[in-house]
C-alpha cells in the first residue's frame, strides 16, 4: 500500500510538471525573443515590438546586452533575433549567424550641454579619445581638462565603428584616463551628468538625452546629412538570425524592412 501510495505521488507529480512544461512552450511559441544592441534597442526596437504586437498579436519580448552578448545568445539558441550596429566578425558568419541590414545610423560624439564647444575636427575627435589633447582650451573651450567617456573593447558596435570610422585603426587604443563604462547608455549618463566629459554613441539613442551632440567638420549628424553622407561617421545597423530568416524570424525582418 505504502509503493502503491508513492507511485501515485510520482505520478502526480510528472503529471503536474508536464502541464507546466507545456504551457511554459506554449508561451514561448507566442512569442519572439530578442537582445543586443542597447542603441537598437532604445532607437526603434522597442517601438517595434508594440507595433508589431498591435498588428499580429504576437509579442516581441526586447533586451539590450550588447552586440556581442546578442550574437552569443542567438548562435547558442537562447533567442530568436539579435541586434547589431556593427559589421560581423568572420568567427560568427562562420557559426552561421546571418546579418540582415535594416537601416543606418551615425556615430555622433557629445559633450555636456554646458560645454560651449559645438564644433570638433576629426583630428581633434582623434586627439581627445586616444589622449593626445587632454584640456578644453585646445580646442576652443575653457582651461580644464577633458574627460573622455568610452569602452575599451573592440566588440562593442560603437567602439568597433569608431575605430573603422573614425581611428581608422583597430590597435589604437582610448586615452589611459578614459572613464570606463560598460554600455553606450552608461556613457550617455555620465556625460550628460558629466560638464568635462566628451563621449561618442548612436544618435538614436543619443538625442533622447540632454547632451550636445557637435557638429564635425561643422556639418550636423542631421537626418539629411546622414542620407547625403555629408556627415562623415555612419555605420550600418542589422538583425541577426541563426541561418537565415525563416517563420517568425523572417516576419519580423519583413515587417521591420516594410513601409
Not at 27 to 52: L, R
Not at 78 to 92: A, L, Y
Not at 114 to 134: A, Y
Not at 232 to 254: A, E, F, H, Q
Request: glycine share 10%.
Amino acid at each position: 500500500m505504502r509503493r502503491l501510495c508513492i507511485l501515485k505521488l510520482v505520478c502526480i507529480f510528472l503529471a503536474i510538471n508536464t502541464v507546466g512544461i507545456s504551457a511554459e512552450e506554449g508561451e514561448s511559441e507566442g512569442q519572439i525573443n530578442y537582445i543586443g544592441c542597447s542603441v537598437m534597442k532604445t532607437a526603434f526596437m522597442q517601438d517595434i515590438a508594440k507595433a508589431y504586437e498591435a498588428k499580429t498579436g504576437i509579442k516581441i519580448n526586447v533586451g539590450g546586452g550588447g552586440v556581442t552578448v546578442g550574437i552569443k545568445s542567438v548562435t547558442g539558441g537562447k533567442v530568436d533575433i539579435s541586434g547589431s550596429c556593427r559589421h560581423g566578425f568572420k568567427e560568427e558568419v562562420a557559426q552561421g549567424v546571418v546579418f540582415t541590414q535594416v537601416g543606418g545610423d551615425a556615430l555622433v560624439v557629445f559633450v555636456h550641454p554646458s560645454n560651449p564647444i559645438d564644433n570638433l575636427t576629426p583630428e581633434q575627435v582623434l586627439g581627445i579619445f586616444t589622449g593626445k589633447i587632454t584640456d578644453w582650451s585646445e580646442v576652443g573651450g575653457s582651461p580644464q581638462k577633458i574627460l573622455p567617456v568610452g569602452r575599451d573593447d573592440l566588440t562593442s558596435g560603437v567602439e568597433r565603428m569608431a575605430r573603422e570610422i573614425i581611428f581608422k585603426d583597430l590597435l589604437i587604443r582610448f586615452s589611459k584616463d578614459a572613464i570606463a563604462r560598460l554600455s553606450s547608455s552608461e556613457i550617455e549618463q555620465e556625460v550628460e551628468e558629466n560638464p568635462l566629459g566628451i563621449g561618442m554613441s548612436g544618435i538614436s539613442s543619443a538625442k533622447t538625452r540632454k547632451l550636445k551632440i557637435l557638429k564635425i567638420n561643422d556639418v550636423y549628424p542631421s537626418k539629411e546629412n546622414i542620407i547625403n553622407m555629408s556627415y562623415p561617421y555612419s555605420r550600418p545597423l542589422y538583425l541577426t538570425t541563426k541561418g537565415k530568416p525563416t517563420g517568425k524570424n523572417k516576419d519580423v525582418i519583413d515587417f521591420v524592412l516594410s513601409e
